[in-house]
C-alpha cells in the first residue's frame, strides 16, 4: 500500500512538471535569469535559466556548446577581461557539496577603479549518478540572490560538466559572494540525509570572468591606499616607482619605506616595484620628485615642504598618480613616513607636513603579525573576525589559526607548547564516537571525544550547558609537541559529529549541529628561548630573519651600488615588501648604505643586492662565502664542519653539504644565488646576499624566495630558472640567549661520544679523589 501511494505520489509529481515545462516552452522569453537579458539558444531541457546547455567539459571545450562561444567574443573597445578560477580565489581543492543541502561558498571582488561591463560563471563540476532528476538540482546564489537553478540528468550523471551563467553587473559590488547549494535526492522513500551517495563536487579550474571598463577617480588622498592597493583584489600587486633622476640613497631609503608599507597591507599578495626613471608608466604609480628632479611632462609647481600629492598621470587621465614631493631628499623621507604612519589624517587633493615626529624604536619580536612570545595569547587576537572561530554542520570545514612565530625559538628538549583550550558543542543525543581533533601544520596532535548532554568524566573541570544556544562547554590543556612547530603555522579543529535516527522515516537530520573554539582560549610560546643556528636561508624565506626581528629594520643596513640600476632599485625594494608582509608593519629605521661606506656595517644584519660594485666588495670577503657569482666567474667553496639543525622551530636544515673544497670557473650563462653568512664586521651579525650574474637573475631570486620558499634551506640556494638548489658549505654561527647552563647542555648534546668520555674522566676523578681520602683515613686508623 504505501509502495502503490509513494508511486502514485511520483507519477502525479512527474505529470506536474511536464505541463510545467510545456508552458514554459510556449512562453515567449522561456525561463529567464534573475535580472538578465534572456539568451537566444537555449533549448531543452539541458537549459539552465539564463545559462547554456550543460555539456560533457571535452565536449564544451572543443565548442560543442554553441552558447558556450559567447564567451570568447573580444571584450569590446576600452575594456579588460580578467579570468580567475576558484583556486586562485582561495578555494584549492573546490567545493566538496554533501548531503541533501549542502553548500560552499567562493568570494570574489571588483577594484573600486573599474566598472563591471559584463560577467560570467563558467562552473565545471560533477554530481552523483544516483541522485532522482526531477527532485535534485544544484542551486545557484549571487550575494545571497538565487541566479540560476542547474537540473541533474540522469545521462549526466559522474561526468565533468561545464555550464556559464551570466551575472548581472548590477548586482555586482566590492565585495561578491558565489554560493552554490546541493538539493539531493537518491530515493523516493525515507532517505538518510547523510548517504554517501548525495555529492556533487565543483571544480577548483571552475572561473569567473569579468569584463571591466576603468572608472575615473578624483584627486582625493583619504581614499588611500586606493588606487595602488585594493583589498577586493586577490591578485600580486605591481606598484612601479618613478623617480625624475638617477635617486641617491636617501631617496632610495624614502621608497624603502613606502615599499615596506605597501608589502604589509598587501598581506598574502606578492608585491613588486619596476622602477622607472624620468619616464611615466601607464598604471597607477608613485613618483618621488624634488625640486630640482622634476618629471617631464608633470606640471608642478615647486614646494617649500614636504608634500603630498594625489595627481591625474597626463599620459591616461584614468591613472592616477601618487607624487611625493619635497625640496630634497630629506623631505622626501619625512613625505614618506607621513604616508605610511599618518594616512588616517590625509584628504585633498595635496597635504604639507608641517612636522612630524616619528614613534620609537621597535622592540625586538613584537610585529604585529608575529605571535607574542612574551605571554600567554588569546586565540581570539589571532583570527580578524570571531566567525572564523565557529562553524556548523555535523562535518563542518576544520576552524583554523594561522600561526606565525619568530623562526629562532629553541625547542630543543621542550615538553611542548601549553594551550587552554575552551570550546563549545552541539551535545549528541547520547554516547557515540563524536570528536574534536586537534592538529597543527596537518600532523595530528590530540583528539577528544564529545560528551553527551549531562556526561562527564573529568573531574577537574566543571561542564556547563549553555542554555541559551543549547551547547555545551568543555576544557582541555594540550600540549603541542614543540618538534611540530615551524615559522609558519596553521593550528586546526576538526569537529566529527554522529547524526542520530532511531529509525528509517525519523525526522529529517538537518545542519543544526554547531561548534567553536571560545576567543579566549590561550596559547603560550614563552617557555621557548630565543637561540638559532645560522645562517639558515630558510629563517630568511619564510619571515625575513634575522632582519625582521626588529619590525622597523632599526637593525638593519641595506647595501647596494652607488648608482644602482633599475633592476637593482626593483630587488631592494620588492625584498623590503617581502619584509613589511611579513611582519605586517611599515620599517623606518634602516639604513641604505654603498660598498664602500665599510665603517657604517658595524653592529648591523646587513642585506647585499649585487650589483658590479656589491660583487666586488663580496669577493673581498670570499675567504668565507660559499658562492661568489660575476658576470663571468664563479668561485664556489665549503669548509667542512659539523652541525645541528635541529635546534629552533623550522630550522630542519634539508641541505645537501656535498661540494667541492674550491672550484673557480667561467661561464657566460645565467646563474643567481641568495647566499649567507656571518659579518666579516661584526661577529654574530648575518649577510644575507642577492647575488646575480645578470639583473634578470637578481629579480629571479625575490621570485624564488616567494614560489619556491620550502626548497631554500643552508647557506647557499642557487637560482637557475624554475629550479632552486640549496647547500650547506660555509661555517655556522648562533644567535640569540639563553642560560649558560641551557648553552653547554645544547652544545653537548650534538656530541654523544664526547660527553661519554667526560663522563668517565670525571667518574675516574672521583674514583681518584675517594681512593686517596680512604687510604688517608686508613692510615690515621692504623696509627691510633
Known amino acids: 500500500m504505501q509502495l502503490r501511494a509513494s508511486w502514485s505520489r511520483y507519477t502525479l509529481y512527474t505529470l506536474v512538471t511536464a505541463i510545467g515545462a510545456l508552458f514554459a516552452a510556449m512562453s515567449p522569453g522561456g525561463v529567464m535569469l534573475a535580472g538578465a537579458a534572456p539568451t537566444a539558444g537555449r533549448t531543452g531541457n539541458a537549459a539552465v535559466s539564463g545559462g547554456t546547455p550543460a555539456v560533457p567539459e571535452t565536449a564544451a571545450v572543443a565548442g560543442a556548446s554553441p552558447d558556450a562561444s559567447a564567451a570568447t567574443i573580444p571584450p569590446a573597445p576600452g575594456t579588460s577581461e580578467r579570468t580567475v578560477t576558484f583556486a586562485q580565489l582561495g578555494q584549492t581543492n573546490g567545493l566538496r557539496l554533501r548531503g541533501t543541502e549542502g553548500s560552499g561558498d567562493v568570494n570574489f571582488g571588483v577594484r573600486l577603479d573599474q566598472s563591471v561591463a559584463s560577467a560570467l560563471l563558467r562552473l565545471r563540476y560533477s554530481y552523483s549518478p544516483a541522485l532522482i532528476p526531477d527532485l535534485s538540482q544544484l ?7 538565487l541566479i540560476a537553478t542547474l537540473p541533474f540528468n540522469k545521462q549526466d550523471g559522474g561526468k565533468n560538466l561545464l555550464r556559464e551563467i551570466p551575472l548581472d553587473p548590477r548586482m555586482l559590488s566590492g565585495f561578491n559572494r558565489v554560493r552554490l547549494v546541493l538539493i539531493g535526492h537518491y530515493t523516493m522513500e525515507c532517505e538518510d540525509p547523510m548517504h554517501s551517495s548525495l555529492w556533487a563536487d565543483i571544480s577548483p579550474q571552475s572561473e569567473i570572468v569579468t569584463s571591466t571598463q ?16 585594493d583589498r577586493h583584489d586577490n591578485r600580486d600587486q605591481s606598484i612601479p616607482f618613478v623617480f625624475g633622476s638617477q635617486p641617491s640613497l636617501a631617496v632610495v631609503h624614502a621608497a624603502g619605506v613606502v615599499a615596506t608599507w605597501a608589502g604589509a597591507i598587501g598581506d598574502y599578495r606578492r608585491t613588486r616595484f619596476p622602477v622607472s626613471v624620468g619616464t611615466l608608466p601607464s598604471k597607477h604609480a608613485i613618483a618621488f620628485v624634488t625640486n630640482e628632479t622634476m618629471l617631464p611632462g608633470l606640471d608642478m609647481p615647486k614646494v617649500d615642504g614636504p608634500t603630498l600629492r594625489m595627481v591625474v598621470n597626463p599620459g591616461d587621465p584614468s591613472l592616477k598618480l601618487l607624487v611625493i614631493q619635497g625640496r630634497d631628499a630629506k623631505d622626501l623621507e619625512t613625505a614618506a613616513l607621513a604616508l605610511v604612519s599618518g594616512r588616517a589624517a590625509l584628504s585633498g587633493d595635496a597635504t604639507r607636513i608641517a612636522a612630524l615626529e616619528p614613534l620609537p624604536p621597535r622592540p625586538a619580536y613584537d610585529a604585529p603579525r608575529w605571535v607574542r612570545t612574551d605571554r600567554p595569547v588569546k586565540l581570539g587576537e589571532l583570527v580578524e573576525n570571531p566567525a572564523d572561530l565557529q562553524a556548523s554542520g555535523y562535518m563542518p570545514w576544520p576552524i583554523r589559526i594561522q600561526l606565525n612565530l619568530p623562526a629562532d625559538l629553541l625547542t630543543w628538549q621542550n615538553t611542548g607548547v601549553p594551550m587552554d583550550l575552551k570550546y563549545r558543542y552541539t551535545p549528541p543525543v547520547k554516547p557515540d564516537d563524536s570528536s574534536m581533533s586537534v592538529s597543527i601544520n596537518d600532523q595530528f596532535v590530540r583528539a577528544y571525544r564529545l560528551r553527551s548532554a549531562g556526561a562527564s568524566t573529568d573531574k577537574s573541570h566543571m561542564l556547563v550547558e549553555l542554555l541559551s544556544d543549547g551547547t555545551m562547554a568543555d576544557r582541555r590543556e594540550v600540549r603541542i609537541p614543540a618538534f611540530q612547530v615551524a615559522s609558519r603555522n596553521s593550528l586546526s579543529f576538526q569537529f566529527a559529529m554522529e547524526p542520530h535516527k532511531e529509525g528509517m522515516c525519523s525526522q529529517t537530520i538537518t545542519n543544526a549541529a554547531r561548534s567553536a573554539i571560545d576567543a579566549d582560549s590561550t596559547i603560550d610560546f614563552s617557555g621557548l628561548p630565543h637561540y638559532a643556528e645560522m645562517p639558515n636561508l ?8 634575522p632582519f625582521t626581528k626588529y619590525a622597523d629594520l632599526s637593525q638593519t643596513a641595506v647595501v647596494m651600488s652607488k648608482t644602482p640600476d633599475k633592476a637593482e632599485l626593483e630587488t631592494v625594494f620588492s625584498t623590503l615588501g617581502q619584509f613589511g608582509r611579513s611582519t605586517g608593519v611599515y620599517a623606518d629605521r634602516f639604513e641604505v648604505l654603498d660598498t664602500t661606506q665599510t665603517e657604517r656595517f658595524k653592529d648591523r644584519d646587513l642585506l647585499v643586492v649585487g650589483g658590479k660594485d656589491a660583487a666586488e666588495l663580496l669577493t673581498t670577503w670570499g675567504k668565507s662565502l660559499p658562492l661568489v657569482i660575476d658576470q663571468t666567474r664563479r668561485v664556489m667553496q665549503s669548509q667542512p664542519q659539523g652541525y645541528r639543525g635541529d635546534g629552533a622551530a623550522g630550522s630542519a636544515l634539508a641541505a645537501s653539504r656535498v661540494g667541492p673544497a674550491r672550484m673557480d670557473a667561467q661561464s657566460q650563462g645565467a646563474l643567481a644565488a641568495l647566499v649567507g653568512f656571518e659579518s666579516p664586521v661584526t661577529s654574530s651579525r648575518s649577510v644575507v646576499a642577492i647575488n646575480a650574474s645578470s639583473d634578470a637573475g637578481l629579480l629571479s631570486v625575490v621570485d624564488a624566495v616567494d614560489t619556491q620558499r620550502d626548497a631554500i634551506h643552508g647557506d647557499l640556494a642557487v637560482v637557475n630558472g624554475d629550479r632552486t638548489a640549496s647547500y650547506r658549505l660555509g661555517n655556522t654561527y648562533f644567535v640569540g640567549d639563553v642560560s649558560w647552563w641551557t648553552r653547554i647542555r645544547y652544545h653537548l648534546s650534538s656530541h654523544p661520544i664526547l ?15 675517594c681512593f686517596g681520602w680512604l687510604q688517608r683515613r686508613a692510615a690515621r686508623r692504623l696509627e691510633k
Open 139 to 145: 542551486k545557484v546564489y549571487l550575494n545571497e540572490e
Open 214 to 229: 576603468p572608472l575615473t577617480l578624483r584627486n582625493d588622498l583619504s581614499m588611500l591606499p586606493v588606487p595602488f592597493f
Open 538 to 545: 630558510s629563517f630568511f624565506a619564510g619571515s625575513g630573519f
Open 755 to 769: 660527553v661519554g668520555l667526560v663522563a668517565l674522566l670525571a667518574a675516574f676523578a672521583i674514583a681518584l679523589k
